[in-house]
């Protein structure tokens, strides 16, 4: 096989040859040169040389030949390094190459294949609970508690809008449209979304933002990131009437956002992997309602936005979140 395929690959080379003598002889026999003996030593040692050109030839590509004439069953076999002439060395190191980005990009699929599932199953598992609230509320014989229905709905509500969210994360470019957003607007509307968790939980916003603070960014990402930060607060305030503190702060290369809360806090050992996908935490687990994802897009989300995300934290003082837009 590997000679068959040696052959084909240098038969133009042969076939070169050949004419070439023919045309040499031709040439000299039309000059007169007419000497039997001497064309017919001139045709051996040319096909001598030339054979023997193609036999050192053939054994230096012979295992690389070998080995590309019968498929591999293994990758390795097919990355194995056999190769002696500078032409297929340079092929295998392409082959390498092709292979460890191969590599790559597999693992990139398969890493976000398997957080997409993993976050699927997560969030269906969560959005049971409200389900099953819901269903034992419309078995009850009493008159319909709307509150506590309004309250699962809600819970819904941002539970379809993460799950969006992350669906949308991985074609992020073609959903980004950055243009200048009024910030105090922004956050009053988002906080006005959200009035009816700030009154379940019995904690309210103190906001103190000036009218014509703009800043550069995409304003529906950046509701999402401002209603997951208020959302965090107030879920992880349990005692009642405490506040959550939104300013913002402009300087003359930079506009800060803050959001600070008097919740729980979080531990030292969490805060330097909240930001990770699925770390829920000492906190997550005390609940019981955290994906460990919400954070998580937050931070992937001012990344793409060029926005930076400082999360600082004491337990039993609160948290504070800060978003840094450049100007």
Known sequence: MAIKMFIKEHLSYIIFQIVLTLFLLSLFWLDGFRNINTAIYAIAISTLLIFSFLVVRYMLRRRYLAKISVLPNTMEDALQKNAKTTEYTVTEQYLHELYRLYQHEVQVLYATQSRQYKFMNQWVHQMKTPVSVLELLLQQDEELDKKSVQEEVERLKRGLEMVLMHARLENFADDMQIMKVPLKSVI??????????F???RVFPEVNIDEDIVVMSDEKWLRFLIEQFITN????TFEPNKKIYITVVQNENQVQLCIRDEGIGIPKADLSRITKAFYTG???RKTGESTGMGL???KEICDKLGHQLVI???TGQGTQVEVIFQS
Do not use: C, D, P, Q
Request: aromatic share 8%.
């Open 282 to 284: 000492e906190n997550g």
């Open 233 to 236: 607060a107030v879920k992880y």
């Open 296 to 298: 998580y897009i937050a």
């Open 188 to 197: 009053m509307n988002t906080i006005n979304e959200n009035k009816r968790l």
């Open 312 to 314: 600082t934290s004491e």
């Open 199 to 201: 009154i379940t939980n």
